[in-house]
Protein backbone atom coordinates (compact mmCIF):
# COMPACT_ATOMS: atom_id res chain seq x y z
CA UNK A 1 0.00 0.00 0.00
CA UNK A 2 1.61 3.15 -0.97
CA UNK A 3 2.83 5.67 2.60
CA UNK A 4 0.45 8.29 3.90
CA UNK A 5 2.22 11.62 2.80
CA UNK A 6 4.02 13.89 3.89
CA UNK A 7 6.93 11.08 3.67
CA UNK A 8 10.21 12.08 6.09
CA UNK A 9 12.78 9.36 6.68
CA UNK A 10 16.15 9.99 8.04
CA UNK A 11 19.19 8.28 6.64
CA UNK A 12 21.32 8.19 9.31
CA UNK A 13 24.43 7.16 7.64
CA UNK A 14 27.80 5.82 9.92
CA UNK A 15 25.58 7.29 12.70
CA UNK A 16 24.39 5.91 16.22
CA UNK A 17 25.46 3.69 18.53
CA UNK A 18 22.47 1.39 20.75
CA UNK A 19 22.23 3.96 23.57
CA UNK A 20 21.92 6.79 21.18
CA UNK A 21 20.05 5.47 18.85
CA UNK A 22 17.93 4.24 21.39
CA UNK A 23 16.96 7.60 23.01
CA UNK A 24 16.51 9.26 19.70
CA UNK A 25 13.48 6.75 18.37
CA UNK A 26 11.79 7.08 22.08
CA UNK A 27 12.41 10.55 21.52
CA UNK A 28 10.37 10.66 18.00
CA UNK A 29 7.43 7.79 19.52
CA UNK A 30 6.86 10.16 22.35
CA UNK A 31 6.42 12.96 19.96
CA UNK A 32 4.03 10.87 17.42
CA UNK A 33 1.87 9.35 20.52
CA UNK A 34 1.54 13.10 20.93
CA UNK A 35 0.56 14.56 17.93
CA UNK A 36 0.30 11.72 15.14
CA UNK A 37 -1.06 14.07 12.71
CA UNK A 38 -1.05 12.26 9.10
CA UNK A 39 2.02 11.19 7.30
CA UNK A 40 4.75 9.20 7.57
CA UNK A 41 8.11 9.03 9.62
CA UNK A 42 10.75 6.94 8.79
CA UNK A 43 14.67 6.39 10.03
CA UNK A 44 16.98 4.15 8.16
CA UNK A 45 19.89 3.81 11.13
CA UNK A 46 22.75 1.63 10.72
CA UNK A 47 22.63 -2.26 10.24
CA UNK A 48 23.96 -2.49 13.69
CA UNK A 49 21.52 -1.19 15.39
CA UNK A 50 18.29 -2.66 13.58
CA UNK A 51 17.79 -5.57 15.89
CA UNK A 52 17.76 -3.13 19.25
CA UNK A 53 14.94 -0.84 17.43
CA UNK A 54 13.12 -3.24 15.55
CA UNK A 55 11.14 -4.05 19.29
CA UNK A 56 10.10 -0.70 19.93
CA UNK A 57 9.16 0.08 16.49
CA UNK A 58 6.76 -3.13 16.05
CA UNK A 59 4.04 -0.92 16.20
CA UNK A 60 4.36 0.27 13.14
CA UNK A 61 4.02 4.31 14.20
CA UNK A 62 7.33 4.82 12.23
CA UNK A 63 8.96 3.13 9.31
CA UNK A 64 12.07 1.40 9.67
CA UNK A 65 14.40 1.17 6.89
CA UNK A 66 18.11 -0.61 5.90
CA UNK A 67 20.34 2.38 4.22
CA UNK A 68 21.79 -0.28 1.14
CA UNK A 69 21.30 -4.09 0.27
CA UNK A 70 23.00 -6.49 -2.12
CA UNK A 71 21.41 -7.52 -5.35
CA UNK A 72 22.60 -10.95 -4.71
CA UNK A 73 20.19 -13.36 -2.66
CA UNK A 74 22.90 -15.27 -0.52
CA UNK A 75 26.45 -16.25 -0.49
CA UNK A 76 30.09 -15.70 -0.44
CA UNK A 77 30.08 -11.53 -0.46
CA UNK A 78 31.69 -11.04 2.97
CA UNK A 79 30.15 -7.62 4.38
CA UNK A 80 27.10 -7.41 2.34
CA UNK A 81 23.69 -7.25 3.58
CA UNK A 82 21.08 -8.80 2.03
CA UNK A 83 17.35 -7.83 1.18
CA UNK A 84 15.88 -10.62 3.07
CA UNK A 85 18.64 -9.89 6.02
CA UNK A 86 17.11 -6.66 6.54
CA UNK A 87 13.30 -7.88 6.14
CA UNK A 88 14.06 -10.39 8.74
CA UNK A 89 15.56 -7.61 11.13
CA UNK A 90 12.37 -6.10 10.66
CA UNK A 91 12.66 -3.40 7.67
CA UNK A 92 10.54 -2.51 5.90
CA UNK A 93 12.62 -0.32 3.33
CA UNK A 94 15.87 0.11 2.04
CA UNK A 95 17.54 3.40 0.72
CA UNK A 96 19.37 2.32 -2.82
CA UNK A 97 21.32 4.41 -5.40
CA UNK A 98 22.54 6.76 -2.60
CA UNK A 99 25.27 8.96 -4.03
CA UNK A 100 27.29 7.96 -1.15
CA UNK A 101 26.78 4.61 -2.75
CA UNK A 102 27.13 5.57 -6.44
CA UNK A 103 30.21 7.26 -6.07
CA UNK A 104 32.26 6.48 -3.18
CA UNK A 105 31.66 3.03 -4.16
CA UNK A 106 31.45 3.03 -7.85
CA UNK A 107 27.95 1.79 -7.55
CA UNK A 108 26.25 1.50 -11.84
CA UNK A 109 22.50 2.15 -12.80
CA UNK A 110 22.68 -1.38 -13.61
CA UNK A 111 23.80 -2.19 -9.97
CA UNK A 112 21.00 -0.12 -8.54
CA UNK A 113 18.19 -1.46 -10.27
CA UNK A 114 19.43 -4.81 -9.80
CA UNK A 115 19.70 -4.14 -5.94
CA UNK A 116 15.84 -2.65 -6.20
CA UNK A 117 14.48 -5.82 -7.61
CA UNK A 118 16.51 -7.81 -4.73
CA UNK A 119 14.57 -5.59 -2.62
CA UNK A 120 11.39 -5.62 -4.05
CA UNK A 121 11.78 -9.75 -4.23
CA UNK A 122 12.37 -9.76 -0.70
CA UNK A 123 9.44 -7.33 -0.10
CA UNK A 124 11.01 -4.24 0.77
CA UNK A 125 9.69 -0.91 -0.11
CA UNK A 126 13.01 0.72 -2.25
CA UNK A 127 13.88 4.45 -1.86
CA UNK A 128 15.88 4.68 -5.20
CA UNK A 129 17.75 7.86 -4.94
CA UNK A 130 18.90 9.95 -8.25
CA UNK A 131 20.78 13.35 -8.45
CA UNK A 132 22.71 15.23 -10.81
CA UNK A 133 26.54 16.26 -9.83
CA UNK A 134 27.90 20.05 -8.81
CA UNK A 135 29.45 19.93 -12.78
CA UNK A 136 25.99 18.92 -14.36
CA UNK A 137 24.00 20.91 -12.70
CA UNK A 138 26.32 24.10 -13.76
CA UNK A 139 25.97 23.04 -17.02
CA UNK A 140 22.21 22.27 -16.89
CA UNK A 141 22.63 19.08 -17.41
CA UNK A 142 19.93 17.98 -14.33
CA UNK A 143 16.98 16.74 -16.19
CA UNK A 144 18.73 14.80 -18.70
CA UNK A 145 21.02 13.40 -15.98
CA UNK A 146 17.52 12.72 -13.33
CA UNK A 147 16.58 10.73 -17.18
CA UNK A 148 19.29 8.45 -17.95
CA UNK A 149 19.41 7.35 -14.31
CA UNK A 150 15.62 6.40 -13.74
CA UNK A 151 15.80 4.72 -17.11
CA UNK A 152 18.68 2.82 -15.54
CA UNK A 153 17.84 2.22 -11.98
CA UNK A 154 14.23 1.76 -12.07
CA UNK A 155 13.13 -1.54 -11.52
CA UNK A 156 10.10 -2.79 -13.77
CA UNK A 157 6.93 -3.35 -11.39
CA UNK A 158 7.78 -0.52 -9.68
CA UNK A 159 4.63 1.15 -8.74
CA UNK A 160 3.27 3.77 -5.51
CA UNK A 161 2.22 0.79 -3.36
CA UNK A 162 6.06 -0.77 -3.58
CA UNK A 163 8.72 2.09 -4.63
CA UNK A 164 10.02 6.19 -3.63
CA UNK A 165 12.11 8.25 -5.56
CA UNK A 166 14.37 10.30 -3.93
CA UNK A 167 15.91 13.34 -5.59
CA UNK A 168 18.73 14.60 -4.39
CA UNK A 169 20.97 16.94 -5.69
CA UNK A 170 24.58 15.65 -5.14
CA UNK A 171 26.11 19.26 -4.65
CA UNK A 172 22.92 19.60 -1.72
CA UNK A 173 23.87 16.87 0.46
CA UNK A 174 25.95 17.79 3.53
CA UNK A 175 26.49 20.79 2.31
CA UNK A 176 23.99 22.90 3.44
CA UNK A 177 22.68 24.71 -0.12
CA UNK A 178 19.68 23.81 -1.82
CA UNK A 179 17.97 24.51 -4.89
CA UNK A 180 15.77 27.01 -5.06
CA UNK A 181 12.05 26.50 -4.76
CA UNK A 182 11.33 27.39 -8.37
CA UNK A 183 14.05 24.58 -9.33
CA UNK A 184 12.84 21.76 -7.53
CA UNK A 185 9.55 22.77 -8.65
CA UNK A 186 10.89 22.70 -12.31
CA UNK A 187 12.90 19.18 -11.74
CA UNK A 188 10.17 17.52 -9.64
CA UNK A 189 7.32 18.09 -12.34
CA UNK A 190 9.51 16.83 -14.70
CA UNK A 191 10.08 14.03 -12.84
CA UNK A 192 6.24 13.52 -12.11
CA UNK A 193 5.84 13.41 -15.75
CA UNK A 194 7.95 10.04 -15.51
CA UNK A 195 7.21 8.20 -12.29
CA UNK A 196 3.31 8.72 -12.16
CA UNK A 197 1.99 8.28 -8.72
CA UNK A 198 5.11 6.79 -7.53
CA UNK A 199 5.90 8.99 -4.21
CA UNK A 200 8.69 11.81 -4.97
CA UNK A 201 11.11 12.76 -2.45
CA UNK A 202 13.83 15.72 -1.97
CA UNK A 203 16.75 15.36 -0.19
CA UNK A 204 19.92 17.68 0.04
CA UNK A 205 20.54 20.00 3.37
CA UNK A 206 16.53 19.76 4.25
CA UNK A 207 16.92 21.55 7.81
CA UNK A 208 13.77 22.71 9.94
CA UNK A 209 14.37 26.24 8.50
CA UNK A 210 13.50 25.62 4.99
CA UNK A 211 11.71 21.82 4.91
CA UNK A 212 8.37 23.98 4.39
CA UNK A 213 8.92 26.26 2.03
CA UNK A 214 10.57 23.04 0.03
CA UNK A 215 7.78 20.57 1.00
CA UNK A 216 5.45 23.19 0.05
CA UNK A 217 6.40 22.97 -3.87
CA UNK A 218 3.58 21.33 -5.83
CA UNK A 219 5.17 17.10 -6.64
CA UNK A 220 7.58 16.97 -3.73
CA UNK A 221 5.64 13.95 -1.42
CA UNK A 222 8.30 14.25 1.67
CA UNK A 223 11.97 14.83 2.09
CA UNK A 224 15.27 12.45 2.41
CA UNK A 225 17.11 14.08 5.37
CA UNK A 226 20.23 13.23 6.63
CA UNK A 227 22.69 15.07 8.97
CA UNK A 228 19.17 16.82 10.24
CA UNK A 229 17.97 14.05 11.39
CA UNK A 230 20.21 12.85 13.69
CA UNK A 231 18.69 15.23 16.58
CA UNK A 232 14.91 14.51 17.22
CA UNK A 233 13.68 17.66 18.04
CA UNK A 234 15.03 18.93 14.55
CA UNK A 235 13.70 16.14 12.73
CA UNK A 236 10.33 15.84 14.52
CA UNK A 237 10.54 20.07 13.47
CA UNK A 238 10.99 18.70 9.45
CA UNK A 239 7.78 16.18 9.58
CA UNK A 240 5.49 18.51 11.09
CA UNK A 241 6.60 21.24 8.56
CA UNK A 242 5.86 18.50 5.80
CA UNK A 243 2.51 18.26 7.45
CA UNK A 244 1.52 22.30 7.46
CA UNK A 245 2.97 22.92 4.17
CA UNK A 246 0.51 19.87 2.63
CA UNK A 247 3.25 18.02 1.09
CA UNK A 248 1.68 15.07 -0.36
CA UNK A 249 -1.57 16.06 -0.33
CA UNK A 250 -1.87 18.08 -3.43
CA UNK A 251 -3.20 16.93 -6.46
CA UNK A 252 -0.31 16.04 -8.59
CA UNK A 253 0.68 17.60 -11.72
CA UNK A 254 0.72 15.94 -14.94
CA UNK A 255 0.71 11.98 -13.43
CA UNK A 256 -0.40 9.84 -15.89
C1 LIG B 1 21.27 12.28 2.40
O1 LIG B 1 22.40 11.88 2.57
O2 LIG B 1 20.38 11.51 1.94
C2 LIG B 1 20.98 13.66 2.74
C3 LIG B 1 19.89 14.19 2.27
O3 LIG B 1 21.89 14.29 3.54
P1 LIG B 1 21.77 15.78 4.18
O4 LIG B 1 20.35 15.97 4.60
O5 LIG B 1 22.74 15.76 5.32
O6 LIG B 1 22.16 16.73 3.09
Not at 138 to 164: F, H, K, W, Y
Amino acid sequence: MALPKPIVIGNWKMNGLRADSIARVEALLARLRDAPGRGTLGICPPATVLAVLEPLLRTGAMLLGGQDCSSKPSGAYTGDISAAMLKDAGCHAVIVGHSERRLGHGESDALVRAKAEAALAAGLMPILCIGESEDQWQAGRTLEVLDRQLEGSLPAGASADNLIVAYEPVWAIGTGRTPGQDDILRTHTHLRRHVGELALLYGGSVKSTNAGEIMAVADVDGALVGGASLDAEEFWAIYTAGQAAGAGSRAVSGAT
